[in-house]
């Protein structure tokens, strides 16, 4: 079984600046998708960027980017210039490239980040 | 984007009780699932489907139950609820066909079991 592990459970960041969330994930596959999603006050779950496994190239999305390490089973989301409206839960999400696991997400617990003024 | 909805929003009901969530899209997805949510947990899946005819267990599928009515509609029923079910529970749904494609959730449905 996949697990994946976000080691901060609570992170701040004052507006404007730069801040990186991290995770690790422990898999034997090869060929997987990671993800990241936020999840706000209003409880919805909103992506935020995606990742395949078998790309090299670190995924961006406008403020957010990924810092991905195979080797390392590493996928770090950096969020620059921070925005009031960034506060939120940040989940990890790893899934598998087999019809057999249904294609599901498989996350982590979470790391709750709060933007000040 | 998607649009997954959810009901009820927000519900009390007492232990013993059954109780059912449901779910609907309007986009045609072939996949549908449903995850529970705990604090400090994450969200693990409870059941998955990809099609009216193909429903699955998923990690946590102990003491629910689901069916899918039609590709559009994806019930989660719990038969007789336990405090210990007491979450937040969400549907999605997925275009079928590509691994990668996206999954989109409805707004979630916090259930409390006293």
């Known amino acids: 079984a996949q697990t994946v592990t976000q080691s901060q459970p609570e992170m701040s960041v004052q507006e404007a600046e730069t801040v990186t969330l991290s995770c690790t994930y422990d898999t034997s596959e090869s060929n997987y998708y990671l993800f990241w999603y936020k999840q706000p006050p209003s409880r919805q779950m909103i992506l935020v960027i995606r990742?395949?496994?078998?790309?090299?190239q670190n995924a961006t999305e406008n403020r957010f980017s990924v810092n991905f390490q195979k080797a390392a089973k590493s996928f770090s989301l950096k969020i620059s210039d921070s925005q009031l409206g960034d506060t939120a839960m940040y989940f990890c999400?790893?899934?598998?490239?087999?019809?057999?696991?249904?294609?599901?997400?498989?996350f982590g617990k979470g790391t709750s980040l709060l933007v000040t003024p | 984007d998607a649009d997954v909805t959810q009901t009820p929003r927000n519900r009390i009901t007492k232990t013993g009780k059954r109780i059912m969530l449901e779910c609907s899209q309007t986009?045609?997805?072939?996949?549908m699932y449903w995850y529970r949510q705990d604090p400090g947990l994450g969200l693990r899946l409870i059941y998955y489907?990809?099609?009216?005819?193909?429903?699955n267990k998923g990690e946590i599928s102990d003491g629910y139950s689901v069916s899918r009515q039609a590709q559009a509609k994806f019930s989660l029923s719990l038969e007789s609820a336990i405090p210990n079910q007491t979450a937040l529970y969400f549907c999605?749904?997925?275009?079928?066909?590509?691994?990668?494609?996206?999954?989109?959730f409805g707004p979630g449905t916090r259930l409390t079991v006293l």
């Open positions: 999605a749904s997925a275009r079928g066909g590509r691994v990668e494609d996206t999954q989109y």
């Open positions: 990742q395949e496994a078998y790309k090299q």
């Open positions: 489907s990809f099609d009216v005819k193909d429903i």
């Open positions: 999400a790893f899934m598998k490239q087999d019809s057999n696991s249904g294609y599901a997400l498989n």
């Open positions: 986009k045609g997805h072939d996949r």
